[in-house]
């Protein structure tokens, strides 16, 4: 064992110590009388008449000093040295641990554990020390030389009162610094004006007042009170005041239902008569579902010291933290529609429950993308309203494996503030030291609101059931807001009786259905105001030019091609480029890769803005895309790219191919959120490959797919999903058509299946061209990428359209042809190449290229081409179970004459999408194609295993 790290376990002056003789060291240097007098001996004679000396050997003598057990020069004796070395670890442990022993809990539920490194006894300290002074090093709660007596108590009250603070274990000097100027000095206790404490008591009046008021008037009514956390009102009310003293123009939040109506009616304005329509089931019903009343979301304008506000709140399902992704990708798309690079004027806000921070892995994911260059929004501000039960666990064995909810937040070195509910003074002072870390760093940080939850689960639960500890606790419990009326009045803050007013006076507002927040601006219109009106109203069908004429397309073509000087190109890449230089010139026909990327070309060029995001969007996953390109010869990690889509002309839209984190349910969530808020520009998310979905299934269930029947929220985003059966196993072959196809229902969404580059081009283009928004599920191509005949050429680009069915392409007899094959997708090609190697001249084949919503009246059209044929027949490459059929059936059979037979060729049902062996895959695969060109058709019925 080396010396340094014999004397890392034995040593007073070294290990963790090593830090605080650095930092006095680094005092001394700017200023010699700011250290103790003896500190100054010892640094002068270690320097001499050096203007500097370097901290090594400093910390060296130290080490040797500590060995050798003696003191040198003008140095103190070794046991004050020690001493005074335990002060400042003291100091440290405070900081570190104080929240352990912090008075937090409204309850009162635990006796605080004991934790030694807080005990003076621990370290040697006895009565005779008390008056002792010490150096206080970087501490900041009185002069730099205290009392030990003064130097306990001062710690006491700073970091184990009704504030708590997490900080420490933030790497970087100048975050923990922030945090020590700022609570130090004060000791974590505010100091509010009466006006402003008079303020804070009509918040929290105002949200008791409104959970007590609507519990007797709806009795027995969900609601999911937020009786308990009621300082959450106060805290909201605070943050938006001060965000719009610093700039702030805008706030995002996400929220699940604890507490959401409160937040709705005393934030944001919404009227309470309003409200209580909803209760009442009178509500405007004009969504085609709608959704029930703790579930919506609402915006408001609101007048702040800064100026007008604008406020979102995110509509949400029951899934809790799903919307957090939501939010951030909402406030991407406002900030860029801002030019806010920084993030300095809208501000994301989430709320969480104690439960759902620690126990879903959605959080863990935004946490993870936050700082992401694809992703970032400038930090977001994390409230966690800690009603210590989470759903119906309050038994702490079972809640967690983590000493706070919030812990997960120590991952990115997110600051913490705990501070207990009943302590709203100190609760406002965590939301300004929250909104300042947060405009200054640009950082994630929490607020965790320790609190309780008054009421059970919802307002029909009976919580003693599970808790009867916990209950006899809350039911002796007054409430915070009675809690402070009392402290204010004792204070002389209010008058006897001022209380009692304010709540008849709220209580009197309810009974005229109108709401008590002033700051509400109910005229005003903020300027980035979206209009979505011109996107209501349309169909499908909808014509629109998606045609590009043929000379714009090789002057963007010539400019894809275009690579800066002395930039090396990987000889791939290199061939990529080369040719579809040679396509934009008509050398050679359109590959997959071109067509999308002239889609995009175009768009950029006329005036829209292209976002593509995934975890390989950058050269796609098959190495098709090339859109971003990597100089070979580069020396630095953070430089040599280069994106021809982003040097179009000039003043062109912004472009972004963002390679994103190994996560989908955040990143889908995210992509939707920021086509939710943006309507003039393509999103797209591809999956690396199309089952990788799977991972965001909720966001498709109850965002992309219902979001608009139940909220009204319009969505354009794209999905590619790569789709196919080459051989690659159950995992790499089905984006699981059948699940979007089972969700599709009143034009919701989009699925088409393309099979030339002409068609994805003309299909993204149509996707923001026509004033249509709907999400566009896309089962995109794997080996049809270099598929020798899935090209175009430029003039299919320069004329036509987007065809939703694809007719027969040959130049067959169409009065002899006696059957019909209908698919989607690569096995088209397949069908093609047996029925030329064959030599068959009486079978059709058509392609369907939009499965919803079903093109009726083009998809009929073609099958009356053939007046003799009595067959139509289904091929897919799915198992029966899986892929389009079910669901397209009903479609097919009504769109094909009666008398024509309809039939199924495909796989067998099968538990798993795709076999993993690839004999049997070429065995399965070859029977699709025999079975629809076979003489004895298969009715498509499932058989049932017995």
């Known amino acids: 064992m080396g010396v340094m790290q014999e004397l890392q376990g034995t040593s007073t002056l070294f290990g963790a110590n090593a830090p605080f003789i650095e930092e006095l060291y680094e005092r001394y240097l700017t200023d010699p009388a700011s250290v103790d007098a003896d500190w100054r001996a010892y640094f002068d004679e270690l320097r001499g008449d050096a203007a500097d000396v370097a ?92 009392r030990l007596r003064d130097v306990a108590t001062s710690l006491a009250e700073t970091y184990t009162r009704t504030f708590g603070a997490e900080y420490m274990y933030i790497t970087d000097t100048a975050t923990r610094r922030f945090f020590q100027e700022r609570l130090e000095p004060i000791r974590s206790r505010p100091s509010y004006t009466a006006e402003e404490r008079r303020h804070i008591l009509e918040r929290l009046t105002a949200a008791e007042t409104l959970e007590r008021y609507l519990h ?131 501000l994301p806000l989430l709320i969480h429950g104690d439960a759902a921070i620690s126990g879903q892995g959605v959080n863990q994911e935004c946490l993870n993308m936050a700082r992401t260059r694809g992703f970032h929004t400038g930090g977001t501000i994390h409230i966690v309203v800690n009603n210590q039960i989470g759903f119906t666990t309050s038994d702490p064995r079972d809640v967690r494996g983590t000493t706070f909810c919030t812990d997960i937040a120590k991952m990115v070195e997110a600051p913490v503030l705990h501070v207990n509910g009943d302590d709203p003074e100190v609760a406002l002072l965590a939301v300004d030291l929250a909104l300042e870390y947060r405009q200054r760093f640009h950082r994630d940080i929490f607020i965790d609101l320790v609190c309780f939850r008054r009421l059970g689960h919802n307002e029909a639960d009976e919580p003693l059931l599970t808790q009867p500890l916990m209950y006899r606790r809350i039911s002796q419990h007054p409430g915070t807001r009675k809690l402070y009326a009392d402290q204010l009045a004792a204070e002389g803050v209010i008058a006897a009786g001022e209380a009692d007013a304010m709540v008849a006076a709220y209580r009197a507002a309810m009974d005229k259905g109108q709401h008590t927040n002033k700051t509400i601006l109910s005229n005003y219109k903020s300027p980035f105001t979206i209009d979505w009106a011109p996107y209501r109203g349309r169909h499908w069908s909808d014509n629109v030019a998606t045609a590009v004429p043929k000379a714009t397309l090789e002057t963007l073509a010539a400019r894809l091609a275009v690579v800066p000087e002395g930039f090396k190109l990987h000889p791939r890449a290199e061939k990529v480029i080369a040719e579809r230089k040679a396509m934009g010139e008509g050398k050679m026909p359109l590959d997959w890769g071109m067509g999308e990327t002239l889609a995009y070309a175009t768009l950029l060029d006329d005036g829209y803005g292209v976002r593509i995001s995934g975890e390989d969007v950058g050269r796609g996953t098959f190495s098709h895309r090339h859109s971003v390109l990597h100089d070979q010869n580069r020396v630095h990690w953070d430089e040599g790219e280069y994106v021809p889509l982003q040097h179009l002309k000039a003043d062109q839209p912004t472009c972004e191919i963002i390679d994103s984190v190994l996560t989908e349910q955040a990143v889908v969530a995210f992509e939707y959120g920021y086509s939710t808020s943006d309507p003039h520009r393509l999103v797209i998310w591809e999956a690396q490959f199309g089952d990788f979905v799977n991972g965001a299934q909720v966001v498709i269930d ?178 029966q179970n899986q892929g389009a059929w079910y669901r397209l059936r009903a479609y097919l059979r009504a769109d094909t004459p009666s008398a024509m037979v309809l039939a199924y060729a495909g796989r067998a049902i099968s538990a798993s999408p795709a076999v993993g062996y690839a004999q049997k895959h070429a065995a399965e695969q070859h029977q699709v194609i025999e079975d629809a060109f076979a003489t004895d058709l298969k009715s498509g019925e499932m058989v049932l295993a017995r």
Not at 104 to 112: N, V, Y
Not at 256 to 275: Q, S, T
Not at 732 to 750: G, K, V, W
Not at 808 to 825: H, Q
């Open 55 to 146: 901290h090594g050997p400093v910390l060296a003598s130290f080490v040797e000093l500590a060995r050798n057990r003696r003191v040198q020069g003008a140095m103190v004796d070794a046991t004050t040295m020690r001493k005074q070395v335990l002060v400042l670890r003291l100091i440290s442990k405070y900081r570190t641990l104080g929240m352990l022993v912090a008075d937090l809990d409204p309850l009162k539920q635990h006796a605080p554990d004991y934790v030694p490194d807080l005990d003076l006894a621990t370290y040697g300290f006895t009565e005779t020390d008390l008056d002792t002074e010490f150096d206080v090093g970087s501490y900041r709660g009185g002069e730099q030389r205290m």
């Open 216 to 346: 007797t008037k709806y009795v027995g009514q969900k609601r999911f009170s937020g009786e308990g956390g009621d300082t959450m009102i106060p805290m909201l009310d605070r943050l938006i005041s001060r965000a719009g003293a610093v700039g702030v123009n805008e706030i995002v939040m996400g929220m699940a239902h604890r507490g959401r109506l409160n937040v709705l009616v005393n934030v944001l304005g919404k009227m309470p008569a309003d409200l209580f329509s909803e209760f009442e089931g009178k509500a405007a019903q004009d969504l085609p579902a709608g959704d029930v009343k703790y579930h919506q979301g609402f915006s408001s304008d609101v007048s702040t010291p800064g100026g007008p506000m604008h406020l979102t709140l995110a509509f949400n399902p029951s899934h809790l933290e799903i919307v957090n992704p939501v939010v951030a990708g909402s406030v991407r798309a406002r900030q860029h529609r801002r030019g806010d690079v920084h993030g300095d004027h809208v």
């Open 702 to 879: 109850q965002f992309i797919s219902a979001g608009e029947v139940k909220w009204g929220r319009i969505c354009g985003l794209v999905l590619l999903l790569p789709h196919g059966y080459e051989g690659q196993g159950p995992e790499h072959s089905s984006a699981r058509p059948e699940r979007f196809l089972q969700l599709c229902a009143q034009h919701n969404m989009q699925v088409c299946v393309p099979t030339t580059p002409a068609q994805v081009f003309h299909m993204l283009r149509r996707q923001l061209l026509r004033k249509y928004r709907k999400p566009l599920v896309v089962m995109s191509p794997k080996s049809l990428l270099r598929h020798k005949e899935a090209v175009s050429s430029l003039d299919e680009l320069a004329r036509g359209g987007f065809q939703t069915v694809i007719g027969e392409t040959a130049k067959l007899d169409r009065k002899k042809v006696a059957r019909v094959l209908a698919c989607s997708g690569k096995i088209y090609y397949e069908l093609i190449a047996h029925r030329r190697s064959n030599k068959i001249d009486n079978i059709a084949i058509i392609r369907l290229e939009q499965q919803y919503p079903f093109p009726h009246a083009d998809f009929h059209r073609e099958i009356e081409r053939f007046p003799n044929a009595t067959e139509v027949v289904w091929v897919q490459e799915e198992p």
